[in-house]
């Protein structure tokens, strides 16, 4: 192990930011001796020695878990039994059994309108918006495109692609019909044109081709469903139409009896019909199943169109029919429905969501053998659900994949790799109490594809917080993803009656418990989490139900230096110094005040009453505390944007645009509540003038702490439209489906993590809506917003909005104090370290950052013995050291002085309503990460500290700052935290700009800069997170987690731990059809496409009509590993496979050859025999 090189330059990388700036280039150079201070830390700079590299890291997604975001397609495969889903962003996600989930993507990002398994060969074909057919390889585990054909002056509408055929029939909106060979992606010259297909007579177009089948009677007959109602039976080998049939209602979709003879077609009017090939004249039975039949004898009147139908016979039972839609209209209020009908009995399942498609699941993959359906998949808008129609009453399968994360929207996400590994199987214990009854008892029918644990075992635990306040655990241990726990925090509060108490309804209307922040210890199993209304619920967890109550605080938290009328320079403090800050507001009760009069103002009110009854809490995570902030002088609590919790301390503390808060969470009281500036004391660095409070009257959009959270995260669901109070009485409407913040829209991005309080001018339908209802008596709210603003550039869809947006760039330099004196708490970290420079050990301490890049120690002051911790007072205090960095503080760590990640004390688990614990085993176990023996490792520590725009690293505890990297001038980071690798620590950040970037530590070297991931949606940027182990994720969608690594060892092994989606399966033999069957059932064993459809008989398509697209075929998989020699070695692996898949079947076609030689080697021996001893005139 080599020691570091500081002047070596790193290969292949620059110290220059993301943003093009050269602020970063110091980094390595200069500015690692700022101010000519790093001779004092000279000694343990020279012994601190680095093992990562860049060749440690590689970006590369890993896998997408959750529902496929606005699902458009659907497709099975019955042999490999794999799903395919398609979306209108141009994804396609395969899923098998658990663990085998794959996810793809069209390049250009168009619609996907239809997909066809080309079955048991391990490739799919998908027809996108763009008028371009895909062919993709499923055989590899990175699928990848192996053809495409592009149409160039027609628009695909429909495809089908019978059983074990090459040829797949392509229908379009100008009604014509083209063939496409599947093996070379070519189109034959054989085309049906639809005034060819249709009656010469005929004045009309048919409109679009809205069905392709081939009759299972006879594979040289198509059918042809156009959408004006028209129906061709077309021959394609004497290419004429043997019948056509007429209905006056528009056809929606075509299904064929097994036996060919029949057909049936659903239509627009609500109305089945069944057709006999025999009398095309007319349906020899129409049926309206959810018409109401009128008294007259007249036809049933029309009811909504429906949308699929599917016909499948049983050999021992009545044939299913199964559809979507068709419901009556006087109905308005039901819900999407599926209709089963089988026999005489009509089944009809309400659905949740909009269906977007369904297949029914048969035994055989055959057309023309009784299909004896098992199963129906139901595609839903935001739901995949299996239903069971073997037994009578259909229950749904319990579906093993994680497709409910969008249950409730995902407003938060935490990560944690490499966890203690009992916390798994504890948590699933208590989670799987409340699985939910009345499945059907039979496997999941979805088991394609093969799937082993690979190599990677570290346990890996995600948690979601979502907006109607409940909380997921997940396992996402070896890339799956499997629901552990479900949390609700609501269960604390008492339910908002409508109508009841306008404190609360003035304030959030939507989503009153919705999570805005998580932190989780655990080792100790404590969870924290700050509400979106402005409080905080600590959890235990345990084993054991309980029945108590729920202890509660309150917590005024307001300090404004702009509202101090009086210009003097000295600053009148509005609570008492720390080291007074005893135990101050206790309540067991919840608030009792909650409602104040109409005309008065609001003061020391919570937003949310807590339950004052007793509790029955299951096993699990039981609410501790609840710690409420409440309004001040009418003025509402702020958003809380800091929360930090140790469990060896007993204390929680979290922070706002206001103030900070420390809570003794055993003791249940409140240590601290301080105005930011109070925090500083002397030692505050700016001068700040005071303010008149006139101007902190205005008020602006998404002020307040209980902003909507439709606005935060846009949910397509919610048609909540909100209008924007534009210069005077002109309005402009908007919809919160816009994919962007409404911070977006008015082309402005504030940064998520350093809100500090300022009076803008802009203002949201919320904020008008409240000015007018608000009353005189009521003074306006205040906007939460950063000091420190950085401004990127958002698409901007309409003029109004481009005219009025109002934006604000960001400043990082802090001459903006004199503009914005709140000063917001970003970050805060408990650790045992260096509150002094004269300090001589370390001690409990509370690191606090702010929006404005300062850092404060605070020392905390604990009961020297465990016996004393319930009864005596921990003193909290300001140590007076001040540290500053550019742009709010996001993240802090310490590292001993070997460059070791010191992990913060904590207590180790013990179930606190255990029976079996007596009193002396109940006594706190801690566990100190500080080194043991400091004398020998040194008496000193290494502070890491990262901001929006740089990273500091400090030794303590002289504060001399070592080592200072500007990561970003133009931009800003989202995320930073510091992270293990291979052993080793590091820090990682993701930029604003869409940059994700490591850094080597202490000496802060750039090990890694990539720009990634463009931050298009502010979903992106509130839920990225990294993790140990090279892991992050974020939520792509509304419905999906994309898991990524910044590893290059985990990009090496992924394609191991990847599922397989193609498997070796044998395809079941057709049924035996008898001799008659044989003679009088069609020709379709006779029919030969490669005679009629090649290029010999049908000649060359028009060049002009499709364009073919060679595609990347099996290197396609290789881009996430094309960085090193493992990215040679994946393309040769892959490129061996593909060669071992041509050998094998250049053995089929020889050993094929070969029984053809021999075969007519003997035939031709048998005729030599036979005319040996004959003369040539007796021939």
């Known amino acids: 192990m080599k020691k570091f090189n500081f002047r070596k330059v790193l290969d292949g990388l620059t110290a220059s930011s993301p943003g093009g700036s050269a602020g970063g280039g110091g980094a390595g150079g200069g500015s690692a001796h700022p101010g000519g201070t790093a001779g004092a830390a000279g000694t343990p700079r020279e012994e601190i020695q680095e093992t990562l590299t860049s060749d440690y890291f590689q970006i590369c997604k890993t896998v997408r878990h959750g529902f496929p975001y606005l699902p458009t397609a659907l497709a099975f495969d019955p042999v490999q039994k794999i799903l395919a889903i398609g979306t209108r962003t141009g994804a396609i996600r395969i899923l098998g059994r658990p663990g085998v989930d794959c996810y793809c993507q069209h390049e250009s990002g168009a619609a996907v309108l239809q997909l066809q398994f080309l079955i048991n060969e391990g490739a799919l074909v998908s027809a996108c918006a763009d008028d371009t057919l895909h062919l993709w390889n499923l055989r590899q585990k990175r699928p990848a495109i192996l053809h495409s054909l592009k149409f160039n002056r027609e628009r695909i509408t429909y495809c089908h692609l019978p059983f074990q055929s090459k040829w797949l029939y392509v229908g379009t909106e100008r009604g014509n019909t083209h063939i496409v060979n599947i093996e070379s992606f070519i189109l034959s010259g054989y085309v049906i044109m639809w005034n060819k ?29 156009y959408e004006n109602g028209t129906v061709v039976f077309w021959d394609l080998r004497s290419k004429r139409a043997d019948l056509r049939a007429y209905y006056d209602e528009a056809i929606h979709s075509v299904a064929w009896h097994h036996e060919g003879k029949q057909f049936m077609c659903s239509h627009s009017d609500g109305s089945l019909t069944l057709w006999n090939l025999k009398s095309p004249n007319r349906p020899f039975q129409t049926t309206i199943p959810h018409g109401k039949i009128q008294r007259d004898g007249k036809k049933p009147e029309s009811c909504k169109p429906i949308l699929k139908v599917e016909y499948k016979t049983c050999k021992n039972s009545e044939p299913f029919v199964i559809f979507s839609g068709g419901l009556s209209y006087d109905k308005a209020c039901r819900r999407p429905s599926l209709t089963i009908m089988h026999g005489k009995a009509i089944t009809v399942l309400e659905m949740d969501h909009p269906i977007v498609d369904f297949l029914t699941l048969c035994e055989t993959p055959y057309p023309n053998e009784f299909q004896e359906p098992y199963a129906v998949v139901v595609l839903l808008e935001k739901d995949l659900i299996v239903v069971d129609l073997t037994q009578s009453n259909f229950p749904i399968f319990e579906n093993p994949y994680p497709i409910d994360i969008h249950e409730s929207p995902v407003t938060c996400t935490e990560y944690f790799a490499d966890c203690p590994p009992d916390l798994i199987p504890v948590l699933y214990s208590v989670g799987a109490k409340h699985k939910k009854q009345g499945y059907s008892n039979k496997e999941w029918p979805i088991s394609g594809g093969a799937w082993n644990l690979g190599a990677q075992t570290y346990p890996e635990i995600i948690i979601t917080g979502h907006a109607d306040g409940s909380v997921k655990f997940w396992d996402a241990s070896a890339i799956t993803l499997q629901m552990l726990y479900k949390l609700k925090t609501s269960k604390v509060f008492e339910k908002q009656k409508s109508g009841e108490g306008k404190a609360t309804a003035e304030i959030v209307e939507e989503d009153p418990f919705a999570v805005q922040m998580m932190y989780w210890c655990p080792e100790s199993r404590i969870f924290c989490v700050a509400g979106v209304s402005a409080y905080v619920v600590v959890y235990r967890f345990s084993k054991h139900e309980v029945n108590t109550e729920i202890a509660s605080l309150e917590v005024r938290l307001q300090y404004e230096v702009e509202d101090i009328i009086t210009p003097e320079p000295e600053i009148i403090p509005q609570f008492p110094d720390a080291s007074s800050q005893l135990p101050s507001l206790k309540s067991l009760s919840g608030s009792t005040n909650t409602v104040a009069c109409e005309g008065m103002m609001k003061d020391s009110i919570p937003c949310l009453s807590v339950k004052t009854r007793p509790v029955r809490m299951p096993p699990g995570y039981q609410a501790d505390l609840v710690i409420q902030l409440v309004w001040v002088d009418g003025e509402p609590p702020q958003q809380i944007t800091s929360l930090a919790v140790n469990s060896a301390y007993g204390l929680v503390a979290f922070g706002n645009c206001n103030g900070l808060a420390v809570v003794d969470f055993m003791q249940k009281t409140v240590l601290l509540s301080m105005g930011t500036l109070e925090l500083y004391g002397s030692s505050d660095p700016y001068q700040r003038q005071p303010r008149s409070p006139r101007k902190s009257k205005q008020f602006a959009a998404d002020n307040f702490c209980m902003r909507g959270l439709s606005n935060f995260y846009p949910d397509l669901t919610k048609r909540i439209r909100t209008s924007y109070q534009i210069k005077g009485s002109r309005k402009l409407s908007l919809p919160t489906d816009l994919k962007t913040d409404l911070d977006h829209v008015n082309g402005h991005c504030t940064s998520p993590t350093s809100q500090s309080c300022s009076s803008g001018k802009r203002l949201s339908s919320a904020d008008v809506s409240k000015a007018n209802r608000r009353g005189p008596g009521r003074p306006p709210f205040r906007k939460a917003q950063s000091a420190a603003c950085m401004e990127i550039s958002l698409p901007v869809t309409t003029e109004e909005n481009r005219e009025n947006s109002f934006s604000r760039s960001r400043s990082s330099s802090v001459s903006s104090i004199d503009r914005d004196s709140k000063e917001s708490i970003t970050a805060l970290y408990f650790m045992e370290s260096f509150a002094r420079k004269n300090d001589s050990a370390v001690s409990p301490c509370l690191w606090v950052g702010t929006g404005l890049g300062m850092v404060l120690i605070l020392s905390l002051n604990l009961p020297a013995s465990d016996d004393l911790r319930q009864s005596e007072p921990v003193m909290v205090s300001p140590s007076g050291t001040v540290l500053t960095l550019k742009g709010a503080v996001l993240t802090f760590a310490c590292l001993d002085c070997t460059g070791t990640l010191i992990h913060p004390p904590y207590e180790v688990w013990r179930d ?100 990634y991931l463009p931050v298009t949606d502010m979903r992106i940027a509130r839920t990225f997170c990294f993790s140990n182990e090279g892991q992050a994720l974020y939520l792509s969608s509304p419905t999906e987690i994309q898991r990524l690594t910044y590893s290059q060892e985990m990009c090496d092994n992924l394609q191991d731990m990847l599922g397989d989606l193609f498997t070796p399966v044998e395809t079941p033999e057709a049924q035996n059809r008898g001799f008659l069957k044989g003679l009088f059932g069609g020709s379709g064993q006779a029919f030969d496409r490669e005679e009629l459809f090649g290029e010999a008989t049908a000649g060359k398509a028009s060049r002009s009509l499709a364009q073919h697209i060679p595609g990347s075929g099996g290197i396609e998989g290789v881009r996430g590993a094309a960085g090193g020699v493992i990215g040679d070695l994946t393309r040769a692996r892959i490129a061996l496979d593909e060669r071992g898949q041509k050998l094998g079947e250049l053995d089929e076609r020889t050993a094929s050859m070969m029984a053809s030689a021999e075969a007519f080697s003997k035939h031709a021996h048998e005729v030599m025999l036979k005319y040996k001893d004959k003369k040539w005139y007796q021939f």
């Not at 297909?197 to 177009?205: F, N, P, V």
């Not at 980071?973 to 530590?1001: E, P």
């Open 197 to 225: 297909a249709i009656e010469l007579s005929t004045k009309t177009h048919p409109g679009p081709v809205v069905h392709l089948s081939d009759s299972p009677r006879d594979e040289g007959k198509l059918l042809i469903g």
């Open 912 to 1011: 606190p309503h255990s029976a079996d614990d007596g009193e002396k085993t109940r006594k706190r176990k801690l566990v100190m990460h500080s080194p043991s023996s400091s004398q020998d490792m040194g008496d000193h520590q290494f502070a890491v500290i990262c901001s929006e725009k740089q990273a500091k690293v400090f030794s303590l505890p002289s504060q001399t700052c070592l080592y200072v990297h500007n990561i970003t001038e133009t931009s800003f980071l989202l995320q930073a935290d510091v992270v293990t690798l291979c052993n080793s620590v590091c820090l990682a950040c993701f930029c604003a700009n869409g940059h994700i970037m490591t850094l080597s530590l202490p000496s802060l070297r750039p090990l890694l800069d990539i720009n």
